[in-house]
């Protein structure tokens, strides 16, 4: 099951929205769906289905025996059925064969504890006929999504926003406390959306619901340690590693349908490939994504470097690969408000075009299961991020009096732009103060104390709206970590933040879009706590990043594609903005609409769209964001951008 939707009042549910919000998630279960009106009345809730397991099961919740327990579930539970042998060990019945009724009768055996259970990805909803409760869960690294809302004319929750406006007593509106989050970091920490009075579950949590409302526990809280004095020695490590990789993996294999996977050419997509081969003894059908452009032009050398060592990486592995091409012309324009308003609620991550490409060409090729390799840099310290900040922290080990009043003063009058301008900004980092400003200056979409003046509302434009707002979502988990080292609080922070919320919505929404399921092994939480205990010089080694991931894996993986640098999955979003967008741009961010919406100061964006297009100022991240916002706002809120069919995966493809 792929979609779950549903209605909680003491009043009664409206079977008819339910209906309605069925229809507002079919992509996510074109394989037919179910609902379900409990005894009392009070709940209606149901799930669509992409069949993966079990083809002959029935789309919709499922029940206990006696219908008392019924589950609607999103995702798959990987450990389903050593979960099942044990449950059928204490005397329960199965009459299927579907993961989703493990949940039923794991929630008979042990209550909400089951979660603890569970090893997969998932969003679920448990209705108990005698306890007259709803239990909501998600995931704990947050793969997939589940939103909820009392603004409405009950408690109703889905796994996607746009079904929760099937309930016309909820009202549109924009929450401007999203709004600084949004524009700093690219997406909008949990449990806020950028809709007032709609919120989302944020990852490791559950949710009780009944007459008296709803109250949120967490079941799983990822800890970072890395102070042991005596830790796992370095080859033992290289050698769990590559047992949890491997055991990650094979666990995600299960399916009664094809599984192809993603492949970038980067180190993580490839070693997971090159696993997947290895234990099932098959090709790999692999996918990938690049640019319809001139061979060896600087477009071609600039953005298609994935897909050269995509090809490199098929080649070596004996894949059976695809490759898409994105044409640069009016039609892609046309696919960008689909794709916004697939997405439900603005995040400024480009790299939807290119994921809702490859999850069409998957689909339309036959395969609706893609395995990926998100996360593995968050865990490994893969980025050059992690590196730099090793060096500020080098510098900050300096005396102060030597450092502060001598070197830093000096490093400053560096020119801007010359060939020393990395140790003029690392002068200039050494000055930050606290943890929030160090994490935001690697992290950052737009700089913080620049956000406040884009505002229109003279309130918003106090110096602390925006810093309060970054604080409370991002302190609590830089605080977190057991560590000496800042680069692990980047890393631990981003992981919890930016891959639950930016990197783990790309794919669910592109892919579901398409009607893919997506897994990503990387993330399977026995790994994932393996990897938070590591010392970071275990993962920056010997001037290398994620040493122990590629030592682990090392022969698997062309020596090529392990020598690579690091390359950003990214389009040619520049030259976009300025051609085939700018009509959209022109219409979205034209300084009437920006006054009409009355959130931000239309000459200030007016400036920014002004010195990108013109080439005067390199503005690509602040206008990316803005545009993005006001084309959802448009789709959302003002609803005066208005989509025809539904994009379909042969419309990308073709």
């Given at each position: 099951?792929?979609?779950?939707?549903?209605?909680?009042?003491?009043?009664?549910?409206?079977?008819?929205?339910?209906?309605?919000?069925?229809?507002?998630?079919?992509?996510?279960?074109?394989?037919?769906?179910?609902t379900h009106l409990s005894q009392s009345r009070s709940l209606a809730f149901g799930a669509g289905r992409l069949a993966i397991i079990d083809?002959?099961?029935?789309?919709?919740?499922?029940?206990?025996?006696?219908?008392?327990?019924?589950?609607?579930?999103?995702?798959?539970?990987?450990?389903?059925?050593?979960?099942?042998?044990?449950?059928?060990?204490?005397?329960?019945?199965?009459?299927?064969?579907?993961?989703?009724?493990?949940?039923?009768?794991?929630?008979?055996?042990?209550?909400?504890?089951?979660?603890?259970?569970?090893?997969?990805?998932?969003?679920?909803?448990?209705?108990?006929?005698?306890?007259?409760?709803?239990?909501?869960?998600?995931?704990?690294?947050?793969?997939?999504?589940?939103?909820?809302?009392?603004?409405?004319?009950?408690?109703?929750?889905?796994?996607?926003?746009?079904?929760?406006?099937?309930?016309?007593?909820?009202?549109?509106?924009?929450?401007?406390?999203a709004l600084p989050t949004y524009l700093a970091l690219g997406y909008t920490p949990p449990p806020l959306t950028m809709f007032r009075g709609?919120?989302?579950?944020?990852?490791?949590?559950?949710?009780?619901?009944?007459?008296?409302?709803?109250?949120?526990?967490?079941?799983?809280?990822?800890?970072?340690?890395?102070?042991?004095?005596?830790?796992?020695?370095?080859?033992?490590?290289?050698?769990?590693?590559?047992?949890?990789?491997?055991?990650?993996?094979?666990?995600?294999?299960?399916?009664?349908?094809?599984?192809?996977?993603?492949?970038?050419?980067?180190?993580?997509?490839?070693?997971?490939?090159?696993?997947?081969?290895?234990?099932?003894?098959?090709?790999?059908?692999?996918?990938?994504?690049?640019?319809?452009?001139?061979?060896?032009?600087?477009?071609?050398?600039?953005?298609?470097?994935?897909?050269?060592?995509?090809?490199?990486?098929?080649?070596?592995?004996?894949?059976?690969?695809?490759?898409?091409?994105?044409?640069?012309?009016?039609?892609?324009?046309?696919?960008?408000?689909?794709?916004?308003?697939?997405?439900?609620?603005?995040?400024?991550?480009?790299?939807?075009?290119?994921?809702?490409?490859?999850?069409?060409?998957?689909?339309?090729?036959?395969?609706?299961?893609?395995?990926?390799?998100?996360?593995?840099?968050?865990?490994?310290?893969?980025?050059?991020?992690?590196?730099?900040?090793?060096?500020?922290?080098?510098?900050?080990?300096?005396?102060?009096?030597?450092?502060?009043?001598?070197?830093?003063?000096?490093?400053?009058?560096?020119?801007?732009?010359?060939?020393?301008?990395?140790?003029?900004?690392?002068?200039?980092?050494?000055?930050?103060?606290?943890?929030?400003?160090?994490?935001?200056?690697?992290?950052?979409?737009?700089?913080?104390?620049?956000?406040?003046?884009?505002?229109?509302?003279?309130?918003?434009?106090?110096?602390?709206?925006?810093?309060?707002?970054?604080?409370?979502?991002?302190?609590?988990?830089?605080?977190?970590?057991?560590?000496?080292?800042?680069?692990?609080?980047?890393?631990?922070?981003?992981?919890?933040?930016?891959?639950?919320?930016?990197?783990?919505?790309?794919?669910?929404?592109?892919?579901?879009?398409?009607?893919?399921?997506?897994?990503?092994?990387?993330?399977?939480?026995?790994?994932?706590?393996?990897?938070?205990?590591?010392?970071?010089?275990?993962?920056?080694?010997?001037?290398?990043?994620?040493?122990?991931?590629?030592?682990?894996?090392?022969?698997?993986?062309?020596?090529?594609?392990?020598?690579?640098?690091?390359?950003?999955?990214?389009?040619?979003?520049?030259?976009?903005?300025?051609?085939?967008?700018?009509?959209?741009?022109?219409?979205?961010?034209?300084?009437?609409?920006?006054?009409?919406?009355?959130?931000?100061?239309?000459?200030?964006?007016?400036?920014?769209?002004?010195?990108?297009?013109?080439?005067?100022?390199?503005?690509?991240?602040?206008?990316?964001?803005?545009?993005?916002?006001?084309l959802w706002h448009a789709l959302y809120i003002e609803r005066d951008l208005t989509l025809p069919a539904p994009l379909r995966p042969a419309?990308?493809?073709?």
């Open positions: 099951m792929c979609g779950i939707f549903g209605q909680f009042t003491p009043r009664g549910a409206d079977p008819a929205l339910i209906e309605r919000m069925a229809a507002a998630l079919a992509h996510r279960g074109p394989d037919g769906y179910g083809l002959s099961a029935p789309a919709g919740p499922i029940f206990s025996e006696d219908r008392a327990i019924a589950v609607a579930f999103n995702g798959e539970i990987y450990n389903h059925r050593a979960l099942r042998a044990e449950l059928e060990g204490k005397g329960h019945r199965f009459a299927t064969r579907t993961d989703t009724e493990v949940i039923v009768h794991g929630y008979e055996q042990w209550g909400v504890a089951v979660m603890e259970r569970l090893r997969g990805m998932f969003a679920l909803a448990i209705w108990d006929e005698r306890k007259q409760w709803l239990v909501l869960a998600r995931d704990r690294l947050g793969e997939k999504p589940l939103y909820y809302t009392e603004a409405g004319s009950g408690f109703t929750f889905a796994s996607e926003i746009k079904a929760l406006f099937e309930d016309p007593a909820l009202p549109r509106a924009v929450n401007p406390d709609v919120l989302k579950l944020p990852p490791g949590a559950y949710m009780l619901v009944d007459r008296n409302g709803p109250r949120i526990d967490r079941y799983w809280t990822p800890q970072m340690e890395t102070d042991d004095p005596h830790p796992m020695p370095y080859a033992e490590a290289v050698r769990e590693a590559r047992r949890l990789i491997t055991e990650a993996v094979e666990t995600r294999l299960m399916s009664d349908v094809p599984i192809g996977a993603f492949l970038s050419g980067g180190l993580d997509s490839t070693a997971v490939v090159a696993l997947v081969a290895q234990l099932t003894g098959r090709p790999v059908r692999t996918f990938t994504v690049g640019y319809d452009v001139p061979k060896g032009s600087r477009a071609d050398e600039k953005f298609n470097v994935d897909a050269h060592y995509a090809a490199l990486a098929a080649k070596a592995l004996g894949t059976d690969h695809h490759e898409i091409l994105i044409r640069p012309d009016e039609r892609l324009a046309e696919f960008l408000p689909h794709l916004i308003y697939a997405m439900d609620e603005p995040i400024a991550q480009p790299a939807i075009i290119q994921t809702v490409y490859v999850s069409a060409l998957a689909r339309h090729s036959g395969v609706p299961v893609l395995l990926s390799g998100d996360a593995g840099d968050e865990l490994f310290a893969g980025y050059p991020a992690y590196t730099s900040d090793r060096m500020l922290e080098r510098y900050l080990s300096l005396p102060e009096s030597l450092r502060a009043r001598l070197i830093t003063p000096l490093l400053e009058r560096l020119p801007e732009g010359g060939r020393l301008d990395a140790l003029r900004k690392l002068a200039a980092k050494s000055r930050l103060t606290d943890d929030v400003s160090r994490y935001l200056t690697w992290m950052k979409i737009v700089p913080p104390d620049r956000i406040n003046s884009l505002f229109a509302d003279h309130l918003m434009r106090r110096p602390d709206y925006t810093y309060t707002r970054l604080m409370a979502a991002l302190k609590p988990f830089l605080a977190a970590p057991q560590t000496r080292h800042f680069a692990d609080r980047i890393a631990f922070t981003s992981l919890n933040l930016w891959v639950a919320e930016d990197s783990n919505m790309r794919v669910d929404k592109m892919s579901m879009a398409m009607s893919i399921e997506a897994r990503a092994p990387l993330e399977d939480h026995h790994l994932v706590a393996f990897a938070l205990k590591l010392p970071l010089h275990y993962k920056l080694r010997a001037g290398d990043v994620k040493r122990v991931f590629k030592d682990a894996v090392r022969d698997l993986i062309p020596a090529e594609i392990l020598a690579r640098p690091k390359w950003g999955f990214f389009p040619p979003l520049s030259d976009w903005l300025r051609s085939i967008f700018r009509p959209l741009v022109e219409k979205c961010l034209h300084p009437d609409r920006v006054a009409a919406v009355g959130l931000f100061d239309p000459a200030a964006v007016s400036g920014i769209v002004r010195d990108h297009i013109d080439k005067n100022k390199y503005e690509l991240w602040p206008l990316w964001a803005l545009f993005v916002f006001h419309d990308l493809v073709h």
